[in-house]
């Protein structure tokens, strides 16, 4: 069974940090192509940013370029979002998700065809 379990998310003030984590299980994850994606309220989904299996180069959406940083850890099965200076307009829930196809590196769309986890939730406010 394919497993994607998020957890680090939390309550942070403007211009804090938060780590996020995502423990995978059940597919061939170092072959994977891996990503975050988040969901502001009343929003819909949005990338954040991708990874390829090997773990470069890492694509970001254009607001969190500079502050967020992903990285993988294949031997233990580990995706990583690292969230620096962080705004209110990051407040949402965040979720890890892995591409499809034969070998784990089509992105579907829209976006929300891609299996994700059940999400973090990331709140920043003062």
């Known amino acids: 069974e394919v497993q994607l379990v998020e957890s680090g998310g939390g309550l942070v003030q403007p211009g804090g940090s938060l780590r996020l984590s995502c423990a995978a299980s059940?597919?061939?994850?170092?072959?994977?192509?891996m990503g975050w994606v988040r969901q502001a309220p009343g929003k819909g989904l949005e990338w954040v940013s991708r990874?390829?299996?090997?773990?470069?180069?890492?694509w970001y959406e254009d607001s969190v370029q500079g502050r967020f940083t992903i990285s993988r850890d294949n031997s233990k099965k580990t995706l990583y979002l690292q969230l620096n200076s962080l705004k209110t307009e990051d407040t949402a829930m965040y979720y890890c998700?892995?591409?499809?196809?034969?070998?784990?590196?089509?992105?579907?769309?829209?976006?929300?065809?891609?299996?994700r986890g059940q999400g973090t939730q990331v709140t920043v406010s003062s």
């Open positions: 998700v892995k591409a499809t196809g034969p070998f784990g590196r089509t992105w579907a769309e829209p976006l929300e065809n891609n299996f």
């Open positions: 059940g597919f061939l994850f170092d072959d994977t192509y």
């Open positions: 990874i390829n299996n090997i773990g470069n180069p890492p």
